[in-house]
């Protein structure tokens, strides 16, 4: 066992030789400090006995290392989390534990600088390396980074013993179902969400650990840290075009660790630019070098999704002696983009733009990607494209939670999803509301957290961290509430002086951007509502969350509960797992398909309810884009955890019906139906006018004979909303009927956008569900690169109706996710063919590579799988 555990990590230190910063994964170990009668000098000294001890996760939490180890069930099924001991009934040292771990130094050059860093902790930790303790302030707070030079503490025979003690927060909080529990998680510099909510049960661990990355780090007496290249883009630009230049300003952090004076030159690299700065730094000192501005002519601009390419550039940043001895090495990624915002009468709202361009805002609420932090770049590219995918361009993420990982960021970028991120504060913990499940008062709570200078310390770091991040579009003070005024103005005047590239929100519902025309400013509905509600209700005129139901679908229902439990609320009579995991009720919206036969019908009753219903929520705000909205925010996007609400995807990463729903309704060229006077419209919500379109709309009865059509050569404004025809449906028809649209360019006939309606006339919806048998033949016409276009035809005499496909292996039929399909939930009317992309290359290895089929299943449609 130890030998397996050195040789694991002398290939690590193998590594370390090769790169400039290499992660510390594998051969970590944990055990509870209750268990050990030790410390950490002790521990650090001499190999220890590690009998006892268990494999650990890292970077992880206490709760994964023990989930996988087999210790506890898993959280996110059924009700196991009841089986997990809370911190706050077992006490703190229940969740205190030491993590180890050894690498090697052997054969680095003895004149390099080694740094152990740690991108995130929760909460208290003590950091010993050979016998000594490093951290001789005491880490306290989840987000703040740690850096240690640790070349004095080296073993010289370059096998080194590494220890770190790992304690809750102070405050874990009472999980009494209050929002953030009793609310003084909120104390604390950390993330409110694990004491509970309502789309979540507490994590018991209040997620404590090493959370996030840890590397060891090689340079020479000079670090280069903190690098921010600051853009400029003056005036009002438009994508796809030649642009007048854009410029930036790189500035970057130089610490000299030696006990001596150093002469050497700072260089920027960028481009072809090059730079030089001579500079004398000072012993055990940092400073900070700033560059000339740069002239970048006719820039590739970054646009939010939608509006144009995410275009990035790299810059490199270097210190070298005046002997050429080099030192250290930084690179950093940024994007000419321009912030801001201006207020606009007519809305009574604040108009976000990009560029010197407005944009409408489309997006979501993020919670983090897992509840239990079991973060990987996989994930987060998974998740931010199919944000992406979806038409939006933004993502806020929520203040009970955390500050977003760079890799998130990454991926933000590519993508071109702006992101609002808020800071660590919201209205339930914080104060905003008097709560009687909250141990203390509101005015006491009104000062959370206890630290202020905690928070002001997290938040000059975290800004460091992400400031170079093009999709970074505002910080938020806090969720629904501010940070407290002493506390807010320090927030204030340190995003001035740190970034200054960007804005800052005091709240995510703040009269300071967000006023409105119907008094105040809030968030929601979040129930599930009248899609004509949606059009006719005017509300918020930029709503930070407005959200609804959100059922997975039924695979994802049986991951996460036993087929006994798998029972149809019926009225009030809801299951007790189902109450647990947080249903929200449709009202009457399911009953109107017809009654409930099942768990199988329930679920596909509630993907129709909820197509209609999210399609309504944005194509109603469109219908009054720049009239009455200038964006919106739903609530949520997605699920850290596996709850039964307000979601496009579940935890397993399967899109429901509400993801293509969107998708639709947000496309950034499209044509709708609003059903405030049911009149046809196209919406063009990009800055461009675009010219040479072709609009059609055909109304068909389910055996797809042609009842009405229209058809225009066009053009569309930008940002516009253009009336094409009032409606002209034949009155009184019986049965079902589907309402075609779609805009082609004139030229090509490539498609661009493409909508189609359910119309259930005097049978009602139930007369959806009674339509004759269907028929389809489908065929794999060709793959690439993880990449397949499959053929689906209606081969019979009636509309098949709301088809779904998913991804399943050959073997088994398990479905695999995540998979991206280019449209789904589908009607393919008699005679009609379509061309469908799949797209596979999301999955893990292990199910890329594994034979699959595609299954397609309607409301009158039996399953019908091919393979890929």
């Given amino acids: 066992m130890k030998k397996a555990f050195i040789f694991t990590v002398l290939i690590f230190a193998a590594s370390i030789l090769s790169a400039q910063e290499t992660p510390l994964v594998t051969g970590w170990k944990a055990i509870r400090a209750s268990d050990l009668a030790s410390d950490g000098c002790l521990i650090t000294k001499s190999d220890p006995d590690l009998s006892g001890w268990m494999n650990a996760t890292v970077p992880g939490t206490v709760l994964t290392t023990l989930l996988n180890n087999g210790l506890i069930p898993d ?13 706050y009934t077992e006490g703190r040292d229940y969740y205190t534990y030491w993590f180890f771990n050894r690498f090697s130094t052997e054969g680095i050059d003895s004149t390099r600088q080694v740094w152990l860093k740690f991108r995130g902790i929760n909460y ?11 951290s001789t302030d ?4 989840m987000f703040l980074r740690e850096i240690y030079n640790i070349t004095p503490y080296l073993n010289p025979a370059g096998v080194n013993r590494l220890a770190v003690l790992v304690e809750p927060p102070a405050h874990p909080g009472n999980p009494n179902g209050g929002q953030g529990g009793d609310g003084t998680i909120g104390r604390d510099m950390t993330m409110q969400f694990t004491a509970g909510w309502d789309w979540i049960q507490p994590v018991r661990d209040r997620n404590t650990g090493i959370w996030d990355k840890v590397a060891i780090e090689l340079t020479g007496d000079v670090d280069v840290r903190n690098a921010f290249a600051k853009p400029r883009v003056p005036g009002a630009r438009l994508p796809g075009e030649l642009q007048e230049p854009a410029y930036v300003t790189v500035s970057a952090e130089l610490v000299n660790t030696s006990a001596e004076p150093l002469e050497g030159e700072a260089v920027l690299t960028f481009g072809l630019n090059t730079e030089k700065k001579k500079i004398k730094l000072e012993p055990k000192s ?5 560059f000339g501005e740069i002239k970048q002519t006719d820039p590739k601009l970054w646009w939010p999704n939608g509006i144009g390419q995410p275009s990035v550039y790299s810059a490199a940043i270097t210190f070298q002696g005046k002997d050429d001895k080099f030192y250290d090495r930084e690179d950093i990624t940024f994007g000419f983009r321009e912030t801001g915002s201006y207020f606009e009468e007519k809305t009574g709202s604040r108009v976000f733009t990009v560029n010197g361009q407005k944009i409408f805002i489309k997006g979501g609420n993020w919670i983090a990607s897992d509840a239990m932090l079991r973060l990987d770049p996989e994930r987060y590219e998974a998740e931010v494209k199919m944000h992406a995918d979806m038409n939006m361009n933004m993502i806020r993420v929520w203040g009970g939670s955390i500050t977003e990982r760079p890799e998130f960021y990454d991926a933000c970028d590519r993508y071109g999803i702006l992101v609002w991120q808020d800071l660590w504060i919201s209205g339930d913990c914080n104060g905003r509301w008097a709560d ?6 509101q005015e006491r709570r009104r000062e959370y957290p206890d630290d202020h200078s905690l928070f002001i310390e997290s938040l000059t770091d975290q800004l460091k961290m992400l400031r170079n991040h093009p999709s970074l579009f505002l910080w938020c003070g806090g969720n629904e509430f501010p940070p407290a005024p002493e506390l807010e103005a320090r927030v204030r005047k340190t995003i001035e002086e740190l970034d200054g590239s960007r804005q800052y929100l005091s709240e995510s519902t703040s009269p300071e951007l967000l006023t409105n025309t119907i008094g105040g400013t809030a968030d929601g509905p979040y129930q599930v509502k009248n899609p004509a509600w949606f059009f006719t209700e005017k509300w918020f005129p930029f709503n930070p969350e407005i959200g609804s139901v959100g059922m997975p679908n039924i ?3 049986r991951k996460i509960m036993d087929e006994q439990d798998l029972v149809p609320p019926a009225g009030d009579e809801i299951n007790e797992v189902w109450k647990y995991h947080k249903y929200l009720g449709y009202g009457d919206m399911i009953e109107k398909y017809g009654e409930v036969t099942g768990i199988e019908d329930f679920v596909m009753k509630a993907q129709l309810a909820q197509y209609e219903q999210y399609r309504s929520l944005q194509e109603g705000h469109n219908a009054h884009m720049w009239d009455w909205y200038t964006g919106m925010l739903v609530w949520k996007s997605q699920n850290p955890w596996t709850a039964l609400k307000g979601q496009f995807y579940d935890w397993f990463l399967d899109q429901n019906s509400t993801y293509y729903a969107y998708k639709h309704a947000a496309a950034p060229l499209h044509m709708q139906l609003n059903l405030n006077d049911n009149g046809i419209y196209m919406i063009n919500a990009t800055p461009k006018e675009r010219k040479g379109l072709k609009v059609e709309a055909i109304l068909t009865d389910a055996a797809g004979k042609q009842l009405w059509t229209k058809a225009l050569e066009t053009s569309a404004a930008a940002n516009s909303t253009i009336k094409l025809w009032d409606s002209a449906f034949p009155a009184g028809e019986e049965g079902v009927r589907f309402l075609r649209m779609k805009i082609t360019y004139l030229s090509t006939g490539v498609l661009i956008d493409d909508n189609t309606y359910w119309l259930s006339g005097t049978g009602g919806n ?4 009674q339509l004759p048998e269907a028929r389809i033949v489908a065929q794999m016409m060709k793959s690439s690169n993880g990449k397949f276009t499959v053929d689906v035809a209606n081969s019979g005499d009636v509309a098949a109706f709301f088809v779904r496909m998913k991804a399943v292996t050959a073997a088994t039929g398990a479905i695999v996710s995540p998979v991206f399909i280019d449209d789904n939930y589908i009607v393919l009317l008699p005679g009609e063919k379509r061309s469908i992309t799949v797209d596979i290359n999301s999955l893990a290895p292990a199910q890329k590579n594994t034979p699959l089929m595609l299954e397609f299943k309607g409301v009158n449609l039996p399953a019908t799988v091919i393979r890929l």
Wanted: aromatic share 8%.
């Fill in 555 to 557: 695979e994802g229902l």
């Fill in 286 to 290: 940092s400073t900070i070098i700033t």
């Fill in 766 to 769: 139930k007369s959806l569900m």
């Fill in 138 to 141: 005491r880490h306290e707070g």
């Fill in 436 to 441: 009687t499940k909250k141990a203390e008062s």
């Fill in 75 to 87: 959280p996110f099924f059924g009700m196991n989390n009841e089986k997990i001991p809370d911190v």
């Fill in 124 to 134: 208290f930790a003590e950091v010993y390396l050979n016998g000594r303790r490093i």
